[in-house]
Structures are given as structure tokens and as C-alpha cells.
């Protein structure tokens, strides 16, 4: 029995040995260092960390605000087919990424998208591949595929509220739009900067939508992200151990995060 | 207490008296009738954005290369599903079924040993004690801080080296080692299992492997399946590392081969329908997974956001 527990243990540890001293220290044994300041000084691995940072100032607002909003309308009184719009808003995350990706890019694309009919007959313009859209293009793929799955967490904090101090607000006059943000938001605070800190750990590893986007809206270019950086480092730059570099760094800084992420969860649990 | 609420709280809506007498009655039932028509038209606002583009592609897949283009987005033209579909699996010799086959390898098969694995090491951890077990639960620990997406190209030039790129071990492998799996799976260990239980069938005489096959396991089967889940759906979106890791299109996952149909409708716009009607396909078992394991998603769901 000691067996798969000895080799979990020894694949986690080996993964991170291999990945360190196998590539960047054993066929060259102090090139190692030289490639990771390579990457540092490398303008594009650092815009791409920027491009990530971008994405978030954008993404997390619209995501994590409406997902919160639809937590609160789906559990205020009004609310009626509760089941039926959890599922609904549920639904996108059945779709596995890339597909959800693919239909979405088809929806932008003119000729096939119902969507630029409407905005055409609207009398509007918009073209979702645009240098200048391209970024609220991508947002909006996250946006629906994560907006379900953070209501539905919002939404299981929200029923645990004690109804009591509902109760209580309620005889003392406070309205449901000052329920809602007085008194339920402060309650589930903490599941809202637990998501906020999974969606960054998330976006670090942004790969699938800026790289299918990048077909279409050729501005976003091949190294948008830092996954894609690394991808085209290794795979059109033929620089493996560049690669392997940028990646432990993109491993280091997701590691921080989510170890800022545990460690604030962890402190909430205690206090 | 929730059904008392809901009780009290239909009376006072149904009366339509409000609790301060004082208050005149009329203005108040108008409002709630407002706000109430409000809320649900923004929450069927918002469940028509979320579902609008898979009823797009329900529509999009029934129609032939021509009306995809040449009739609205959601209107109808001949109804050609029937040959798309047949399409979707004749076309290149049928390698789209071939496509889903792997996809069943990599992610149910890799899932369940993905997800046994989880569990055995998980139970370990909690019944047994030995040597170094906190500091190798602390590597495990240490596993689950790093996303394994980005241990994706290291993981692709340990494959290389080893020889195991564009085979079915290079995404397989890769994807049978969890931490995150195990660690749910110590906590489940501790949760569902008593000790009294391990000790009772010791005391039988059963060996420590049937222990666990014969009555650990029956025990941890929810774990499992929420592990399982978890797996399966990892291993459906890991389009980064089938990317990285295959070459040849007879191994491609699903979602691999989609990405091809895809990116070849720049030349050859007639793919639009292949890589629709494809994607539908794909889709399809997916929501009808989902829809049938809710118990299964939602456990999950608030075990990983109470943690």
C-alpha cells in the first residue's frame, strides 16, 4: 500500500527535480542560470505577465461581479425557477474549453454570427478581431464559461446566511437591495476573495482562448500569455531550455499564488 | 428553518399586509410585483446569453455548408443534420471516431486509474504511519501549489528524453499523478473511514490489501467519483498539453483534432460544418454527464471552495 503513496511522493518531487536540474542544469551545467536571465530580460515574457494582468483588471470585475449578482438575484425572494437558471447558468461549464472557444470565435466571425447580425440590424458596427477588441473578445469566453460556476459557489455560501439575521433586518426595515449588499456580501466575503485568488491562479495559465483568438485577430500575436510564450520559445524558437526556464519561473509565480491563496483560506478557517 | 422562512415569507407576500399597520397597503404590492418582474427578466437575460451559443450550435449543425453562411444565425434552412453527422465520421476515413475513442482512453481510463491511485495513496496517508509521512505529504502539498498545466513543456522534454512523445503514454502518464486528488482523497479517507472499521476486519484476519479493496474502497466510493469528476474534466479542456505533447492526428484527443478542422477553415471554408457538426457531437454526452452526476458536481463544488 506504501507503494502509489511512495510513488506520488516520488513523481511530485521527481517532476520538479527533472524539470530544474534535468534540463537546465545537467546538459549545461551553469548555462542553467544564464537561460533564466535570458527570459527575465526577455521585453515579451515580461508584456506577457503584463497582457495576463490586463486581462484580469477587465475579467475579474465583469466574472465575479455578475457571478455575485446572480448569486444574490437567484437567492432573493423574487427569484422564481431557482433550479432552472442554476442549471442554465450552469450549462457553459459542461463545454470543455477549446470548444467553447471555437464556437465563440464563430460567433464573431461575420457571415456566420448571429450575434454581428443583430448588432448589424441594430444599425451598429463591431468587429470582435479588432487589435482594440480583442482583449474584451477573449473576456467575454471566460466570462461565460466561469460565470455560472462562481454563482453556483456564491449561491451555496448565500444559503448557508443564517435566515435569522434576514429575519431580523427585515422587521428593522432594511429593503432587499440593503440586504443584498449590507448585509449577505459581508457575510460570504470570504468565498468572494477565494475565487478572486482561484480566477488569478487560473489566468496565469491562460492558454486556450488567446491562442485560438490569435488565429483570427492576428494583433494578439504568438506570445500573448506566458503559457504561449513558452510554447512558441520551445516550439518555433526551437530554445528548449529557454523554455524550460520561463516555465519553472511561470511554476514559481504560480506557486507563490496559490501559496498566498492557502495561506489566506487557512486564516480565515481559524478565525 | 428554510421551509419556516419560505412559509413565513409567503404569508406576508400572499396577505399583502405588511407587518407596520401603518403603512398604506397599496403602493407596496405594486413594487413587489415590479421588482419581482425584474429580477426574473435579468435572470432570463442572462440565461439567454448563457445559453445562446450552444442553441446556436444545435442550429448551425443541422444545416449544409450553403445555409450556414446564406440564412440568419438562428433561423432554419434544409435540414441536413443527418448528413453532417454522417460526414463528421466518414470524412479522412473516419478519424473522428477515432478521435473520440482516445478522448475515452485519456480521460475515462485515465481518470479512473488517475482517481484509484488518488485514493489508495489518500487512504495511506491517513491509516497508516510510516517513516517521513508529513514530510512527503509535504511534497504532496507542495505539488498541489503548482499548476499542472504549467509543468506541461518540462513534463514534454522529460517525455522526449524517455521517448514517450506522440505515444498514448505521454498524456496518460502525465495525468495519473494528482496531489490535489490525493489530498482530497486523505480528507475523504478521514471522513468516511473509521479506524474502527480497519482494526474490525484486521481482527478477521483479512490482509491489508483486501482491507481495502473489500471495504475501504466500497466506503470511499463518493470521493472516487467526485476525484473522478474532477480528473475527467481536467483531462477534457487539456488542450495545452495534448498540443505539446502529440504529433500524429491518429492519437488526438477530441479537442486536438477539432483545433485542426478549425484552424484548416481559413483555407477550406466547407470545414465550417465539419468542425460545428464535431463540436456538437463532442458536446452533447458532456451535458448529459453533467446533468445527470449534479449530486456528484455540487459535493464537490463546495468541498473545493470550503477547503
Given at each position: 500500500m506504501v507503494a502509489p503513496?511512495?510513488?506520488?511522493?516520488?513523481m511530485s518531487v521527481?517532476?520538479?527535480?527533472?524539470?530544474?536540474?534535468?534540463?537546465?542544469g545537467v546538459e549545461r551545467t551553469f548555462a542553467g542560470l544564464a537561460n533564466y536571465s535570458a527570459v527575465l530580460a526577455d521585453p515579451e515574457f515580461r508584456t506577457s505577465f503584463l497582457h495576463v494582468a490586463t486581462y484580469c483588471v477587465l475579467y475579474i470585475p465583469v466574472m465575479i461581479g455578475g457571478a455575485l449578482g446572480l448569486a444574490l438575484l437567484v437567492d432573493s425572494a423574487h427569484a422564481r425557477a431557482k433550479r432552472f437558471f442554476q442549471l442554465a447558468f450552469f450549462l457553459p461549464h459542461a463545454v470543455p474549453g477549446l470548444i467553447a472557444a471555437i464556437i465563440w470565435i464563430y460567433l464573431y466571425t461575420p457571415g456566420l454570427s448571429p450575434v454581428i447580425e443583430w448588432i448589424d440590424g441594430a444599425g451598429g458596427s463591431w468587429n470582435f478581431f479588432s487589435p482594440a477588441n480583442s482583449l474584451s473578445s477573449m473576456v467575454n469566453i471566460a466570462v461565460w464559461q466561469w460565470i455560472g460556476y462562481n454563482m453556483v459557489i456564491f449561491f451555496a455560501a448565500l444559503q448557508a446566511v443564517p435566515r435569522e439575521v434576514i429575519e431580523a433586518a427585515t422587521v428593522d426595515g432594511a429593503g432587499a437591495w440593503r440586504i443584498a449588499v449590507g448585509i449577505k456580501v459581508p457575510i460570504i466575503r470570504s468565498s468572494v476573495v477565494m475565487t478572486v485568488l482561484f480566477t488569478c491562479v487560473g489566468a496565469?495559465?491562460?492558454?486556450?482562448?488567446?491562442r485560438l483568438l490569435s488565429d483570427k485577430a492576428q494583433a494578439l500575436g504568438n506570445d500573448w500569455s506566458?503559457?504561449?510564450?513558452i510554447v512558441s520559445k520551445a516550439f518555433i524558437d526551437q530554445d528548449y531550455a529557454g523554455a524550460a526556464a520561463a516555465s519553472l519561473l511561470l511554476a514559481l509565480v504560480a506557486g507563490a499564488l496559490s501559496f498566498v491563496v492557502t495561506r489566506i483560506g487557512k486564516r480565515w478557517q481559524e478565525s | 428553518m428554510s421551509t419556516q422562512t419560505l412559509t413565513s415569507r409567503t404569508t406576508?407576500?400572499?396577505?399583502?399586509?405588511?407587518?407596520?399597520?401603518?403603512?398604506p397597503s397599496r403602493p407596496r404590492a405594486p413594487r413587489a410585483?415590479?421588482?419581482?418582474?425584474?429580477?426574473n427578466a435579468v435572470l432570463i437575460m442572462l440565461a439567454l446569453y448563457t445559453l445562446m451559443p450552444i442553441s446556436w450550435l444545435l442550429i448551425a449543425a443541422t444545416k449544409n455548408r450553403r445555409d450556414l453562411f446564406a440564412t440568419g444565425g438562428f433561423s432554419f434552412g434544409e435540414f441536413n443534420l443527418l448528413s453532417n453527422i454522417h460526414e463528421v465520421f466518414t470524412h479522412n476515413d473516419g478519424i473522428y471516431g477515432r478521435w473520440l475513442l482516445n478522448t475515452v482512453i485519456y480521460a475515462v481510463v485515465g481518470s479512473a486509474i488517475s482517481s484509484l491511485i488518488s485514493v489508495a495513496a489518500g487512504y495511506a496517508f491517513d491509516k497508516y504511519a510510516f517513516a517521513g509521512k508529513e514530510k512527503l505529504f509535504g511534497v504532496v502539498l507542495a505539488g498541489v501549489l503548482v499548476p499542472g498545466a504549467v509543468l506541461t513543456l518540462p513534463m514534454y522534454l522529460l517525455a522526449s528524453k524517455a521517448g514517450l512523445t506522440n505515444t498514448?503514454?505521454?498524456l496518460l502518464i502525465p495525468s495519473l499523478v494528482n496531489p490535489f486528488g490525493v489530498y482530497l482523497a486523505r480528507v475523504f479517507s478521514e471522513g468516511y473511514v473509521p479506524y474502527e472499521v480497519i482494526e474490525a476486519a484486521r481482527v478477521d484476519g483479512a490482509g491489508e490489501i483486501r482491507t481495502f479493496r473489500k471495504i475501504a474502497l466500497p466506503m470511499l466510493a463518493p470521493g472516487f467519483m467526485t476525484l473522478f469528476l474532477f480528473s475527467f474534466t481536467a483531462s477534457w479542456n487539456n488542450f495545452y498539453g495534448a498540443l505539446v505533447m502529440l504529433n500524429d492526428k491518429n492519437l488526438y484527443p477530441v479537442n486536438l483534432g477539432l483545433h485542426m478542422w478549425n484552424i484548416s477553415t481559413t483555407e477550406s471554408p466547407e470545414m465550417y460544418s465539419l468542425a460545428i457538426t464535431g463540436s456538437l457531437i463532442a458536446v452533447i454526452p458532456l451535458v448529459i454527464a453533467f446533468l445527470c452526476l449534479q449530486r456528484f458536481w455540487r459535493s464537490g463544488l463546495t468541498a473545493g471552495a470550503v477547503k
Open positions: 503513496v511512495v510513488y506520488a511522493g516520488w521527481f517532476r520538479e527535480r527533472s524539470s530544474g536540474l534535468g534540463f537546465g496565469i495559465q491562460l492558454f486556450t482562448e488567446p506566458p503559457t504561449m510564450y | 406576508e407576500r400572499s396577505t399583502g399586509t405588511p407587518p407596520v399597520p401603518t403603512t410585483w415590479a421588482s419581482k418582474t425584474a429580477v498514448y503514454w505521454a
